[in-house]
């Protein structure tokens, strides 16, 4: 990867002298650092970056989450002033078509006032610059600062696989440890180690898995979880809506996801923290139960294939093809496949939706 990563020695000498971290620290530091953390310091998204996301493979991604957020609207009954709310915003490119789509509905854009939560000054920077200043955008630094005073319609696109998550490990001794992350002997190098002390049989435990053989890894966030009670709680009290689209699993499992990816290849997430993004599935039957003991009501997970088909993905990619070239032609027909096919992301992706209680069904879930 080139030079060491700056949060290396910081993490080395903190391990050192404090002992081992848990993965959920160590994912939380490589990520949000605030000087080394990845969000802050690198340049995730793009060609020139990591990974792209399916705002960035086509505009009809955005587009149609945009006229997803419209019928929303037009269904709680349109209400003058409304929050179109972006959690983890990327380059604005998202928002900036779905505020495009949203256009076909006058009052619906007229209502709306863009609220981008957004930590990085980096980022934030990138998406003034695609959002322009004519927009009306406000940006917040974390979920508790979304204004509180109207309905809110909330888009997150791979926004909880970032939240870390702790791992727990089975043991030859037969109990479950906590994964942490510390020193290999030569002082150096990071490895996982487990932490010494076993872990009482809590909740965090599912368990139909704690039986399972040693070494067995389980996985558990927190910090997903709370994310599913703090919107579900305010979509209780002042209206709205809520979707998130994200890679994960529908039940708990064995084994581990972590993953980290730099400049579009996967590689060891403990090599060069700060420099890779890090990521985890998300699970999203744990995502949707703290939901819903919250107060919201949920609808899904269905695939990122059948979702984006059923709000006419199809028909929109005919119409762009009509007005365009040849070549252009084949672009969205990549595009397309790529966002839908099972093979590439429209399986993996899934797509869940949270609503006040006594919501009818939003678009795209039957």
Not at 28 to 54: K, M, N, V, W
Not at 226 to 244: K, M, P
Not at 294 to 302: H, R
Not at 306 to 316: T, V
Request: proline fraction near 8%; charge should be negative; charged fraction near 20%.
């Amino acid at each position: 990867m080139g030079p060491e990563a700056p949060l290396l020695d910081i993490l080395r000498r903190r391990i050192a002298a404090q002992g081992p971290i848990t993965v959920a620290a160590f994912m939380a530091d490589c990520l949000l650092h605030p000087e080394h953390g990845y969000y802050r310091s690198q340049e995730a998204i793009g060609i020139g970056g990591d990974f792209i996301t399916s705002p960035e493979i086509s505009q009809m991604f955005g587009e149609l989450l945009g006229l997803w957020a419209a019928d929303c609207w037009q269904k709680m009954g349109g209400p003058s002033r409304v929050y179109l709310v972006e959690l983890g915003p990327g380059r604005g490119t998202l928002m900036r078509d779905a505020l495009r789509a949203a256009r076909a509905l006058p009052p619906f854009r007229a209502a709306l006032t863009p609220v981008l939560i957004e930590a990085s000054q980096r980022m934030r920077d990138a998406q003034r610059k695609t959002l322009g200043d004519d927009v009306g955008a406000i940006w917040h630094e974390d979920i508790a600062a979304i204004p509180k005073d109207a309905p809110l319609i909330l888009l997150a696109n791979e926004f909880l696989d970032a939240l870390p998550v702790r791992q727990f490990q089975r043991g030859d001794d037969g109990a479950w440890h906590e994964r942490c992350v510390g020193l290999a002997e030569d002082g150096v190098h990071l490895q996982f180690q487990l932490a010494p002390r076993p872990l009482p049989l809590d909740p965090v435990l599912p368990p139909a898995l704690r039986d399972a053989p040693p070494g067995s890894i389980i996985e558990s966030s927190p910090a997903v979880r709370a994310t599913a009670a703090d919107i579900a709680v305010r979509l209780r009290l002042q209206g709205g809506a809520a979707l998130f689209v994200d890679y994960g699993y529908t039940q708990p499992g064995i084994g581990e996801t972590l993953q980290a990816v730099y400049r579009h290849a996967y590689t060891d997430p403990l090599a060069e923290p700060g420099l890779a993004d890090l990521t985890a599935h998300v699970d999203f039957a744990s995502f949707a139960k703290a939901a819903a003991e919250a107060g919201a009501i949920t609808f899904g997970p269905v695939t990122q294939g059948e979702f984006l088909k059923a709000l006419g993905i199809e028909m929109r990619a005919a119409r762009l093809k009509q007005s365009g070239s040849k070549t252009q032609g084949l672009e969205i027909d990549a595009a397309l496949h790529r966002l839908t096919a099972p093979e590439e992301m429209g399986t993996l992706f899934k797509v869940m939706a949270l609503m006040p209680p006594e919501s009818p069904a939003p678009a795209g879930f039957a």
